[in-house]
């Protein structure tokens, strides 16, 4: 009996002292973490050196890595098996060059247009990181701009003919400034990439009245090619007469972005004209 | 006062000899290493497909601001996106990897996860049948028969429940850090991490934001933790007072819990749902910045409505158990 007391005795003191530790350590947690909330310190991360930001070297090109920037084409929307043209390039190279091919991210978001674009360019470290660990970079850009102008060009149409044509064409010039701009900035985040722009193509060909996009669209393919040929590294990839079917064989469901077919034909062209 | 102690001691070695406790560490002895094996699957998954961290945070911004573009999504997942991708963009732009895998991070991703939920269950396998077990056992007429005052019993029984909270939470600490360690490496105690987000509606407000060396972040996680589970654990008592049956108490308090749970996914929109204790269970949230459960709530406010509904517990617990008749 006295000995079990005894027991007892010795494990109510060791259950006691590590209880009381504990909850004397856990209240000061908490108390501290309310304290932190309610008043943060002021000593704020600023004052003290960033750390250590080592960036990795391009290095041997033993492996190549692919970074997508752009809209929804580079995302790969429309494509039922969400392998998109990017995909299908990585998987094409990777055969054609026999050597290991990375897809370090594709960071093309959905909707995105020309001004964006270069928000971004010049903003978010994230892409600017991207952008520097890239060997190839593939983009697309302006398509949405493009169908912007689609749909104003649909609300003039009623309207007086003259100021509609007009007004195109001032949007169509500046969207082309701010393609200019957006390959200056690209190949300033990294000059040594190899860089494929994908043209853009016309969506909207099936339909008889705005078959006639189609000529918009090739200007500003036009332009984009002049653009792309003062810088060594780039290429424009063309792919507008693929969608240029009464069909639209190629096209998504809807009926905007390709589809699984065609941008399996996106990413051949890409893939032959690469080496 | 002098009488209390042994009182304490009583009520202390009477839960350690039920066995409870060694029933909540073996729970957590089954249910870490799961949880270990499908992080490291997640953390290998990773490897594979991204050069380092920072792909794929980038990544990780890339997906949210494409989710945003989804008119498929409810605004408030949005808002939830928004303040993600300027948290995730925050670490990027400051070079510190907000998931570097080593067994404090995982410890501290536990901790998160488990303080809504798992941390009450817990505490209600101790706590729930504190008074209603004494009363189905027919020994609670022995405890009352002694010449002590009857709020002294529940005061030393209240001791006893939050000595075994905080030997719970400690333990669920230790044996995180000792099994996870085994996977991803012990590391990783001085690694900074950002607290201090404020978010105003979408916005994130990274004015206060200032770094906390790992260890300190643990020890303020846990903290708020053991805050949430002694409010569990008073109102455990309160109702294991008020009911008769062991079982009925911890029903009552595990639905009243898990309605707490499924309201803060659902009920954005219901703002006096705020008011209920166990939607604002979640104080480590606060602590890494994440989104409140409904819009406008804060440390503050959650911290003093839990203190508000103890408070309660414990007037109606120490009200109610002083004056009930014990019958049979």
């Not at chain 2, 994130?204 to 903290?223: E, N």
Request: charged share 15%; proline share 4%.
């Amino acid at each position: 009996m006295n000995k079990r007391s005894r027991g007892g005795a010795i494990l109510w003191r060791t259950i006691a002292s590590a209880a009381v530790l504990a909850s004397l350590l856990l209240l000061f947690g908490f108390a501290y973490a309310v304290s932190d909330i309610l008043r943060p310190p002021a000593l704020v991360l600023g004052t003290e050196p960033p750390l250590a930001g080592q960036q990795p070297q391009l290095g041997a090109k033993e492996e190549l890595k692919i970074v997508a920037i752009g809209d929804s084409l580079t995302k790969g929307t429309g494509d039922a098996t969400g392998e998109g043209y990017v995909r299908r390039v990585v998987a094409g190279l990777s055969q054609k060059l026999g050597n290991r091919v990375k897809l370090v991210n594709n960071v093309a978001i959905n909707g995105l247009r020309t001004d964006q674009l270069i928000d971004k360019l010049q903003q978010d470290a994230g892409m600017q990181y991207a952008l520097k660990q890239a060997d190839l970079i593939l983009f697309t850009i302006g398509g949405n701009d493009l169908s912007k102008l689609a749909q104003t060009a649909l609300r003039t149409d009623s309207g007086t003919a003259d100021f509609g044509a007009e007004e195109i064409g001032n949007q169509l010039s500046d969207g082309l400034g701010r393609l200019d701009q957006v390959f200056q900035l690209v190949n300033r985040a990294n000059p040594d990439a190899r860089v494929v722009y994908v043209g853009l193509y016309n969506p909207f060909y099936p339909i008889p009245e705005l078959r006639s996009g189609s000529l918009q669209v090739q200007k500003w393919n036009d332009k984009a090619y002049e653009l792309s040929f003062s810088y060594p590294n780039m290429k424009l990839v063309p792919i507008f007469d693929l969608f240029e079917d009464e069909a639209g064989t190629y096209l998504a469901s809807d009926r905007f972005h390709p589809n699984s077919e065609g941008y399996a034909h996106i990413a051949e062209r890409i893939v032959q004209m690469l080496h | 006062m002098s009488n209390l102690l042994p009182l304490i001691q009583n009520e202390t070695l009477k839960i350690w000899k039920k066995k409870r406790f060694f029933v909540i560490l073996f729970i957590l002895a089954i249910l870490i290493p799961i949880f270990t094996y499908a992080q490291m699957r997640m953390a290998e998954n990773n490897k594979d497909k991204f050069t380092d961290w920072r792909s794929q945070l980038i990544q990780q911004i890339a997906d949210y601001q494409n989710a945003l573009t989804s008119d498929r999504i409810p605004e408030e997942w949005k808002q939830y996106r928004r303040i993600m991708v300027q948290q995730l963009t925050y670490y990027l732009e400051n070079d510190v990897d907000p998931s570097a895998p080593n067994a404090v991070t995982f410890t501290r991703g536990f901790m998160n996860n488990a303080v809504t939920l798992f941390i009450p269950l817990l505490v209600l396998a101790i706590g729930s049948d504190l008074i209603s077990g004494e009363r189905s056992s027919g020994t609670i007429k022995m405890l009352l028969t002694r010449p002590v005052r009857r709020w002294k019993i529940l005061l030393s029984k209240l001791v006893a429940l939050i000595f075994y909270i905080s030997l719970t939470i400690i333990s669920t600490l230790i044996l995180c850090y000792a099994i996870s360690g085994v996977f991803f490496g012990y590391g990783g105690w001085k690694l900074p991490v950002f607290t201090g987000f404020i978010i105003n509606g979408a916005e994130v407000d990274t004015s206060g934001v200032h770094a906390v060396p790992h260890w300190l972040y643990i020890l303020m996680q846990a903290g708020l933790a053991w805050f949430s589970a002694v409010i569990v654990g008073l109102l455990a008592m309160m109702v294991s007072v008020l009911v008769r049956s062991t079982a009925a108490s911890i029903v009552t308090m595990m639905a009243t819990i898990i309605a707490g749970t499924i309201l803060s996914n659902m009920a954005a929109a219901w703002d006096s749902a705020k008011y209920i204790f166990s939607v604002n269970l979640q104080l480590t949230s606060y602590l890494e910045g994440a989104p409140p459960p409904i819009e406008g709530m804060t440390m503050l406010f959650s911290v003093g409505v839990l203190a508000v509904w103890g408070l309660i517990a414990l007037i109606i617990s120490f009200g109610v158990f002083t004056k009930q008749d014990i019958l049979n």
